[in-house]
């Protein structure tokens, strides 16, 4: 809705710099992911300004990261796998600890969002006037990079830096291509994530060697192209 | 009774350039004030300072007796026409109800209380047939129609247009202005009307801001479009030629209807 799907790509890219500074230094990569997504949510707030300019900066700031994280994890010389979770995700192998973040870090990021919904809506959609209404619009802008970095990190425990567009993105353009009423959109959108995420770990007991990425990107991809056939018949309805 | 909106000896200088000073004007409930003038001249940076979005150099504005950052609740605000994305997952009743409380966090008020005000403001300005319709797909004369309801829906004392009729066609600026006069007749709202183009508004014009050349004129349409006052404005020869009922300026080198139709390409 805000233009941001290569934001979020980028965000991703980096929390994987992230990870692999945090599996060099302190043998955490969730802790380090959280770090370096922040740290990008910070840059990209600081370097701003209009959605064009935005995604050449965050080009710029995703390449000089990408190539940071490939040189921090020559560096690392424990596990060779650990090095694959990052960018494909583990679902199986985050600890205890680290589901305790990650759960604190999602009700902390559903709660925020709960209270600034509508002045984010009234932001994305209609700047001139919400500012006009006293919206503090920029204020905002900086908040929902820092949510979107955290919800980054979370999405990227499972499906990996490089796959969590399938989580972000996907469904949220299926859930647009069925219904343009923003509320039943939100709860389509997660419930498509749910569904594509209970799915891909179901779908991968079955199988020893393929991870669970692969089935959650694929049923992703699944949703929305069944509501790209069936949202593309509704549509005209309005014309 | 307070005037609704009122400038007192303001002054606005941006990067060195005056663009007005000394500007007295003040509006009344009710009262529909055109604000005209080329482009750059400040009309849009008036708007921001009755909106409390851009600071005097000096002088005063109060808008319903406060200053402009205390009295947002009670100015609504319809800007130029937008482009929105076609998949964007947003009706007409969405953008109504985004006046309603879309500056508010949390869940300050009840959604039946919400739902009752938006479908009275869709009604209000004809629009209930297309409030479901993703506001990507509506025509430019639809949109203007559904920012005139989320505008008014708190039934503000004053309402500031920005270029509201900028790239509608003749029949849809005809339809938007006819039904904000309606609107504001009804609810006695003031009204301050940005535009490059005084003739669509015409008939519902009680005065008139011009702002030129660092300079500025408020009287009737009759006193402000005549060829004395236009050319002191501007400081340069100005021919004012009425068409039957429709004022048309005229530069000495074209310069005016260059302003009036190359701006905001």
Not at chain 1, 140 to 156: H, P
Not at chain 2, 203 to 208: H, Q
Request: glycine share 10%; charged share 20%.
């Amino acid at each position: 809705m805000r233009g941001m799907a290569f934001a979020v790509h980028g965000t991703s890219e980096l929390a994987f710099t992230g990870a692999a500074g945090g599996l060099l230094v302190a043998d955490n990569a969730v802790a380090g992911a959280l770090v370096g997504a922040v740290v990008v949510a910070a840059l990209l707030t600081a370097l701003g300004g209009e959605a064009r300019e935005r995604d050449s900066t965050i080009g710029v700031v995703l390449a000089f990261g990408l190539g940071a994280g490939v040189f921090l994890l020559s560096k690392y010389h424990g596990f060779a796998t650990a090095a694959t979770n990052i960018l494909f995700g583990d679902i199986f192998g985050v600890s205890n600890g680290q589901l305790l973040l990650l759960l604190a870090i999602g009700a902390a990021v559903g709660a925020v969002m709960l209270v600034i919904r509508r002045p984010l809506l009234f932001a994305s959609v209609d700047p001139e006037v919400a500012e006009a209404r006293g919206v503090p619009v920029r204020a905002l802008g900086a908040v929902f990079l820092l949510i979107l970095a955290l919800t980054v990190t979370e999405a990227a425990q499972i499906v990996g830096t490089l796959l969590v567009l399938s989580l972000a993105i996907s469904p949220a353009a299926a859930a647009q291509r069925l219904s343009a009423n923003p509320v039943a959109v939100t709860w389509l959108s997660i419930g498509f994530a749910v569904l594509a995420t209970e799915g891909g770990i179901v779908a991968s007991l079955a199988s020893d060697t393929v991870k669970p990425s692969v089935f959650i990107t694929a049923i992703s991809f699944g949703i929305y192209l069944v509501a790209r056939v069936t949202g593309a018949r509704r549509r005209p309805a309005y014309a | 009774m307070a005037p609704v909106a009122e400038l007192r000896d303001a002054a606005m200088r941006l990067g060195g350039r005056t663009l007005w000073d000394g500007l007295d004007v003040s509006v009344e409930a009710g009262e529909f004030l055109a604000v005209l003038g080329p482009n750059g001249a400040g009309k849009t940076t008036l708007l921001k300072v009755l909106l409390g979005l851009a600071e005097l150099s000096g002088g005063s504005a109060r808008v319903a007796g406060l200053a402009p950052q205390e009295g947002r609740e009670r100015v609504g605000y319809v800007p130029q026409l937008r482009a929105f994305d076609r998949q964007l997952p947003l009706r007409g009743r969405d953008l109504v109800r985004l006046g309603f409380d879309g500056h508010r966090s949390a869940l300050a008020r009840s959604n039946g209380d919400a739902r009752r005000a938006v479908a009275a403001a869709l009604e209000a300005v004809g629009a209930s047939a297309y409030a479901d319709a993703p506001i990507g797909l509506l025509s430019g004369g639809e949109q203007q129609r559904l920012r005139i309801a989320q505008a008014l829906l708190g039934r503000p004392p004053l309402l500031l247009c920005d270029e509201p009729l900028l790239s509608l066609d003749p029949s849809h600026q005809h339809e938007v202005t006819a039904l904000l006069d309606r609107r504001r007749r009804e609810d006695s709202t003031a009204v301050v009307f940005v535009t490059h183009e005084i003739n669509p508004v015409l008939p519902y014009v009680d005065r008139v801001l011009y702002l030129a050349g660092g300079r500025w004129a408020v009287a009737s349409p009759d006193e402000v479009f005549t060829s004395e006052r236009l050319s002191a404005l501007y400081g340069t020869a100005i021919d004012v030629v009425r068409v039957r009922d429709r004022i048309v300026v005229l530069g000495a080198e074209g310069e005016i209807e260059a302003c009036h139709h190359h701006v905001h390409a």
